[in-house]
Structure formats: C-alpha cells, structure tokens
Nanobody, 115 residues
C-alpha cells in the first residue's frame, strides 16, 4: 500500500512564498509521475504542476515563472516551491502520484494567502 503524506501548507501574505512537500511511502519500484493539484470550494480540482520520470515538467499557465516542482528521488518526495502567491490561490493543495499503473492522492494541505 502506498501512502502520500503532505506538509508545508500554511498562511502567508500576498506575495509570500511557501514550499510544499509530499513523501511517498510503501512498497513500490518506481514513480511514473508526480503532480500537485489544488481545489477551492465549489470548483473542480485543477492541475498546478507535474513532473514525469526523467524530469520533464509542465505547469498551469497561471503559475508559470512563480512555482517550481522538483523531486528528491532518494526520498521519494516531490516539492512545490510557490513564490509570489496571490489571494486567489488560496486552496487545498493535493499531491498526486501514478505508481505502477495506479493513482494515489495525498490528504491535502491548506494554503491560505491573505491580502
């Protein structure tokens, strides 16, 4: 069984920064993709950033140039560095990983950006 544990959420002021982490634990050989999504009440969960095995990354247009997704493969951890955060980016952020044909989600971590 694979578990994803997120950390790093919190409250920041408009223009501030946060770094989210998501550590995968369990028995598996490799992780195909690691991604971050976010969701606000009443809206669909949206993809923020994704990194695939090999290092290719992709970002939502709204976060390009401000957010960076990265991994520490030795620790099976994916990070999301978020800079210049805006109040409208207040949401629950979820880690998502595809491992050996299955999809896993973290429990979510709240990010609140105040103006």
């Amino acid at each position: 069984q694979v578990q994803l544990v997120e950390s790093g959420g919190g409250s920041v002021q408009d223009g501030g920064s946060l770094k989210l982490s998501c550590a995968a634990s369990g028995s598996f050989f490799s992780i195909a993709t690691m991604a971050w999504y976010r969701q606000t009440p009443g809206k669909q969960r949206e993809l923020v950033a994704v990194i695939v095995r090999g290092g290719t990354t992709n970002y939502a247009d709204s976060v390009k140039g401000r957010f960076t997704i990265s991994t520490d493969n030795d620790k099976n951890t994916v990070y999301l560095q978020m800079n210049s955060l805006q109040p409208e980016e207040t949401a629950v952020y979820y880690c998502n990983e595809r491992i050996q044909g299955l999809e896993y989600w973290g429990q979510g971590t709240q990010v609140t950006v105040s103006s």
